[in-house]
């Protein structure tokens, strides 16, 4: 998996509600986007730029971060991000502490490899889930899972409970569609003449 530096600087917890409110829309328009690193000894509150995570957001890739807070470095993962629903600006964003000995679960980018028997015969294939959650060490979780669908015949679909890479744990339900060939009408047409 890539790295992704990311500096951030720590910022104080307001004690009501209404100034914390406060100090986060002036921090919003300030280009600052609020966030919290979880998962160490101490719940850390702090703030980055907008322009030093874009390439950590808008990409379809995954990252480890390497976060450095106040002069503190840290490896994470992006947790969670919540993002304002009418201009989709970052609102808040949640990162999770990493190390080598406890497992996190991701969503990593599926890609599908091969041309798939139902292709060949008329069929279409369609990838139906983009990213399979997987559960292992972060130093072992790779930038992309990679299918083969060489023997996916006409109307044939690739469930979870099918797949295995060495390492990781699966955790979407057994029986989700990963990918399948679907019948075109050329197929459909093909079929009912022979």
Same mark, same amino acid.
């Given at each position: 998996?890539?790295?992704?530096?990311? $500096?951030?600087?720590?910022?104080?917890?307001?004690?009501?509600?209404?100034?914390?409110?406060?100090?986060?829309?002036?921090?919003?328009?300030?280009?600052?986007?609020?966030?919290? =690193?979880? !998962? !160490? *000894?101490?719940?850390?509150?702090?703030?980055?730029?907008?322009?030093?995570?874009?390439?950590?957001?808008?990409?379809?890739?995954?990252?480890?971060? *390497?976060?450095?807070?106040?002069? #503190?470095?840290? @490896?994470?993962?992006?947790?969670?991000?919540?993002?304002?629903?009418?201009?989709?600006?970052? @609102?808040?964003?949640?990162? =999770?502490?990493?190390?080598?000995?406890?497992?996190?679960? @991701?969503?990593?980018?599926?890609?599908?490899?091969?041309?798939?028997?139902?292709?060949?015969?008329?069929?279409?294939?369609?990838?139906?889930?983009? #990213?399979?959650?997987?559960?292992?060490?972060?130093?072992?979780?790779? $930038?992309? =899972?990679?299918?083969?669908?060489?023997?996916? !015949?006409?109307?044939?679909?690739?469930?979870?409970?099918?797949?295995?890479? *060495?390492?990781?744990?699966?955790?979407?339900?057994?029986?989700?569609?990963?990918?399948?060939?679907?019948?075109?009408?050329?197929?459909?047409?093909?079929?009912?003449?022979?």
């Amino acid at each position: 998996m890539k790295t992704f530096q990311l $500096e951030g600087s720590k910022r104080e917890v307001a004690a009501t509600s209404a100034d914390q409110k406060r100090a986060l829309k002036a921090m919003r328009k300030n280009n600052e986007i609020p966030a919290v =690193l979880y !998962g !160490g *000894e101490e719940v850390i509150h702090f703030s980055v730029t907008k322009d030093s995570v874009r390439n950590l957001v808008y990409t379809p890739e995954i990252f480890v971060v *390497e976060l450095t807070i106040s002069g #503190k470095k840290t @490896m994470a993962i992006v947790k969670d991000i919540q993002f304002q629903a009418v201009t989709d600006a970052i @609102m808040h964003m949640d990162f =999770l502490e990493v190390s080598d000995q406890k497992p996190v679960v @991701m969503e990593v980018p599926v890609i599908l490899e091969g041309h798939a028997e139902g292709v060949k015969a008329g069929g279409k294939l369609s990838l139906q889930m983009r #990213k399979l959650k997987v559960k292992a060490l972060y130093t072992a979780i790779p $930038e992309q =899972l990679h299918v083969n669908v060489d023997h996916l !015949g006409l109307g044939k679909t690739m469930q979870v409970g099918s797949l295995h890479f *060495e390492g990781l744990e699966l955790m979407n339900a057994k029986n989700a569609v990963v990918c399948a060939v679907q019948l075109t009408r050329a197929a459909r047409g093909a079929q009912a003449k022979a």
